[in-house]
C-alpha cells in the first residue's frame, strides 16, 4: 500500500519521468499534488499497471488532484544537455507551472538539483507514495499519447508498440529506414 505524504500536513507535490530510457521522443515529467485523504484504488507504479488502467487512473488523477502538470522535454535537448539533465530540467519546469506552489517535492530516484522548494529522493518512490506514482501514471500516458501520434507521422518504426524503447525491431527499423528527427542523436540508436 502506497503511503499518502511524506511529511503530513504540508503541500507536497510528486515527481516522476517516462522515457528516459527510449531512443527517440521526449522524456515526459510530471508533477502532482494530490489532497489530504486523497485514496485510489489500484494506483501504483506506472509500470506494473495495463494500458487501460493507467488510463483509468490518469482521468481520476487529473480531476481530482489540486494541481498537477506534465512537461516534455524534446530529444535534442536531450541531446544538449543529457538524459539526466533532462529528466531534473522536466521535473524541475513541471513543479513550476502547478497552480499551486508545494512546500516540499518527493522526487522518484535519487538525484534531483537544488530547487526553491526543499525535495526528498526516494529509489522506487512510484511504488511508495501516492503522488510520484500519479506522476508517473501521468508521465507516462501523456507520452505514450504523443508516442502513438508520432507512430503515425512516422511509421515503420513500431512507435506504436514499443513507445521508442530500444528494441530490436526498433533497431532494425532504425536501420532500414534511418534516423528522424524524434531519434535522440547522444544515445547509442543501432
Known amino acids: ?5 511524506l511529511n ?3 503541500i507536497e507535490a510528486g515527481c516522476d519521468e ?3 530510457g527510449c531512443l527517440c521522443g521526449p522524456v515526459s515529467c510530471a508533477a502532482v499534488i494530490l489532497p489530504p485523504g486523497f485514496s485510489l484504488d489500484g494506483l501504483d507504479d506506472s509500470k506494473k499497471l ?25 530529444p535534442q535537448e536531450i541531446d544538449e544537455i543529457n538524459i539526466l539533465n533532462a529528466s531534473i530540467t522536466g521535473m524541475q519546469r513541471a513543479l513550476d507551472r ?15 538539483k537544488p530547487y526553491s ?17 500519479a506522476a508517473s501514471i501521468l508521465a507516462k500516458t501523456h507520452r505514450d499519447e504523443l508516442m502513438l501520434r508520432l507512430a503515425a507521422e512516422y511509421p515503420g ?3 506504436e508498440r514499443n513507445m521508442g524503447y530500444p528494441t ?23
Open 157 to 159: 518504426y513500431g512507435w
Open 50 to 74: 495495463t494500458p487501460h488502467k493507467r488510463e483509468q487512473l490518469r482521468a481520476v488523477i487529473e480531476r481530482e488532484a489540486v494541481a498537477w502538470a506534465v512537461v516534455m522535454v524534446s
Open 117 to 133: 522548494v526543499p525535495h526528498t529522493t526516494i529509489v522506487g518512490g512510484d511504488g511508495k507514495y501516492m503522488s510520484i506514482a
Open 98 to 112: 502547478l497552480s499551486v506552489r508545494p512546500e516540499h517535492v518527493l522526487v522518484d530516484g535519487n538525484r534531483f
Open 18 to 20: 517516462a522515457g528516459r
Open 1 to 5: 500500500m502506497l503511503a499518502p505524504f
Open 168 to 190: 530490436k525491431a526498433h533497431r532494425a527499423a532504425i536501420a532500414a529506414l534511418g534516423v528522424t528527427p524524434q531519434h535522440r542523436k547522444s544515445f547509442r540508436l543501432t
Open 8 to 10: 503530513e500536513g504540508i
